[in-house]
Structure formats: C-alpha cells, structure tokens
C-alpha cells in the first residue's frame, strides 16, 4: 500500500535548482516525511525529514503544504553528482520499517 | 563510509553453495534490517531485528537465514539459492524508536551485489 507517489522521472539543469514533489494525502499527524537518495548500486542515503515545519540542511531543503498532504525536496544547485533515484517515505513515530516505493530518478545533465 | 560495513561487495556463487553476508554497525543502533534490492525494483524488507530479536520476516524463503547474534553484527546465511536470488543485498541499522526520538534515520551499508551462478 503506496503512502507516496512521486513522478517516475525528472531531468534538471547542472547548476539549477530541483525541485521534486511528492503527494502523500493520507499521511496521518504523527507520520513525518522523509527523503533518502540511492545513487547508482549503492545503499540509500538519508538527506533530510519533517513533520509540519520546513525543513533546511547541507543537502536539501523540504517545503511540507500546511495541509500536509504534500511536499517538495529542493536541491538548490544540483550537480552532476545528485543524479540519482529520489525516495519520499512516510514513517510514523513509533514505527521502525522504512518502506521503499519507486522512487523519482532525476537526471542532472551539463 | 557510512558506518555500516558490509562484506563482501562483491559474491559470486553457485546454487549448491553455503555462504554468508556479514553487516557491522557501530552507531550505537539498536535496529538491523536486510534488504533486497532487484535489477529495477524497489527495495523490499526482508529482515527486521531490534534489540538482537527478530520482529519480521516478510515471507523471505528458507533459503536466506539471518542470524543477529549482537546489536552490532548481522549476518544472512545463504545456501541453495536460486538464479532469481541475484540481486543488491542492503543492511541498515536505525536507533531504537521507543526512545521518542524524532529522527529515525536510517544508515544503509554500501551492499554486497551478489550473483547466483
């Protein structure tokens, strides 16, 4: 049963920001969003999460709707190096398993 | 280097073999998983240990067997496996969540791409 969907694939500009989305309209209130990254045949990378607030890192920025239903990963200057496959995962609180969809593969090019 | 090792990277057997995938975590995480990463498919959880307890095993075959003999190692002992099994096999290791600790990030280890000759 998918939490999340997120478009299978997006290309982006070296240098530009990217901005992936995902929809997870039935999140309930103790579920945060997470996002890992999987680049090419290695293990999947944590890159940022949040319940309610906009979150910012090194690495990325996540934008969650006030209604919660939805959000935005921002790479603000991608590069060559984060292409890659983008996974957006629903967790609540107390639970332990991190479940994997398809996940958006985004393609930075020159 | 995340901080959790995997190894092999790299294992190539045949299907009357006996070998083993060995994962070590020193993060202070209380969680282990293993997960199966097929040519264009999503991972899928095999595995969950917490606190060194088994507390899943999604309808893996007999043929994988994982042992957690401490919070820090992991292993899936393998044996007659079949073509099919070829695949990217991923360990992780999370905090222990009862904690209320807001992020539960995981750490994935680089893998052991295995192929079943």
């Known amino acids: 049963d998918a939490k999340t969907t997120q478009p299978p694939s997006m290309d982006c500009a070296e240098g530009r920001a990217a901005n992936l989305p995902c929809n997870h309209s039935t999140i309930s209130g103790n579920e945060y969003v997470y996002w890992y990254r999987q680049i090419h045949s290695q293990g999947p990378q944590y890159i940022i999460h949040?319940?309610?607030n906009n979150e910012t890192n090194e690495m990325a920025s996540l934008i969650i709707t006030e209604d919660r239903k939805s959000s935005t990963l921002i790479l603000p200057h991608a590069t060559l190096r984060d292409t890659a496959v983008y996974y957006c995962?629903?967790?609540?609180?107390?639970?332990?398993?991190?479940?994997f969809g398809a996940g958006t593969t985004v393609t930075v090019r020159a | 280097e995340t901080g959790v090792t995997q190894t092999p990277r790299h294992l190539v057997m045949g299907m009357t073999n006996k070998k083993s995938l060995k994962c070590e975590q020193h993060l202070g995480h209380n969680a282990m998983y293993w997960y199966k990463q097929s040519a264009k498919k999503p991972l899928e959880l095999m595995f969950v240990y917490n606190f060194k307890e088994q507390t899943e095993n999604n309808s893996v075959p007999s043929r994988f067997s994982p042992e957690c003999p401490n919070s820090s190692h992991l292993f899936l002992h393998l044996h007659t496996l079949q073509p099919e099994d070829s695949a990217l096999y991923l360990c992780?290791?999370?905090?222990?969540?009862?904690?209320?600790?807001?992020?539960?990030?995981?750490?994935f280890g680089s893998g052991t791409r295995l192929t079943v000759v």
């Open positions: 949040g319940l309610k």
């Open positions: 995962i629903v967790r609540g609180n107390n639970d332990y398993k991190l479940s």
């Open positions: 992780a290791s999370s905090p222990q969540p009862d904690r209320g600790e807001s992020n539960y990030g995981y750490t």
